[in-house]
């Protein structure tokens, strides 16, 4: 089944903990991207990723981190969690053309107190 | 920059209502339209797309209209389901240097009532 998956899918955390949120895909997409959702705001980009080892800013990029050193991973890294960073956070892959469908993970849930 | 702006929600209706929920966009370029649902507690599923002016695209009784001259692309159903209620996300695929960038409208919650 085609799927994007994203571990773990809550996490309450402390300020200053660095955590980790995993996401893989099995389609075989170069591209994949992180979001963020908050209430009125839709979903913001964060980070995205052409394909391996090539990553870019999103519109809200501040306080995180990525890495592709394979195509089907892609996480997403906070080195110093806040509570503003609190959010449901969305994985996403695509192929690269415009008009291509884009699939999500569940979502993940994150809680930093 | 390109942009999406949907109607604000929540929108309610009784079962069998008919519905739209409005979505106008901005643009520079020619970009391709969708429609995200999003049902509690998961991730966004695309419902339909159009990627051309006047071309409409449809799904579970959905459809929407590119229109370029309005630059609006409104959903509509005919008779909504309680199994519709979800947030709907229009979006807009558009050029961004050598790749495509997906820009999401805020969200428009739909509750509907039997």
């Known amino acids: 089944e085609a799927q994007v998956t994203q571990n773990p899918r809550y996490l309450i955390t402390v300020t200053g903990k660095k955590l980790t949120v995993t996401c893989s895909q099995n389609?075989?997409?170069?591209?994949m991207s992180w979001y963020r959702q908050d209430p009125g705001l839709g979903l913001r980009q964060i980070y995205y990723s052409m394909n391996v080892e090539v990553t870019d800013k999103g519109d809200v990029p501040e306080g995180y981190k990525v890495s592709r050193k394979e195509k089907r991973n892609f996480p997403l890294i906070l080195e110093s969690p806040s509570p503003n960073q609190t959010s449901l956070y969305f994985c996403?892959?695509?192929?690269?053309?415009?008009?291509?469908?884009?699939?999500f993970g569940p979502g993940t849930r994150l809680t930093v107190l | 920059g390109d942009s999406v702006t949907q109607m604000e929600g929540p929108v309610t209706l009784s079962e069998e209502a008919f519905l739209t929920i409005n979505c106008t966009y901005t643009?520079?370029?020619?970009?391709?339209l969708f429609w995200y649902v999003q049902y509690p507690g998961e991730g966004l599923q695309l419902l339909l797309k159009a990627t051309k002016a006047d071309d409409k695209g449809s799904n579970k009784g959905f459809e929407a209209t590119y229109r370029k001259e309005t630059t609006s692309f409104h959903l509509e159903k005919g008779s909504v389901q309680v199994s519709d209620s979800a947030v709907y996300f229009c979006?807009?695929?558009?050029?961004?240097?050598?790749?495509?960038?997906?820009?999401f409208g805020s969200g428009t919650r739909l509750l509907v009532r039997p």
């Open positions: 996403a892959s695509r192929t690269s053309g415009i008009t291509d469908t884009q699939y």
């Open positions: 979006a807009l695929s558009d050029r961004k240097g050598s790749s495509y960038k997906l820009i």
């Open positions: 643009a520079t370029g020619y970009p391709s």
């Open positions: 389609m075989n997409h170069e591209y």
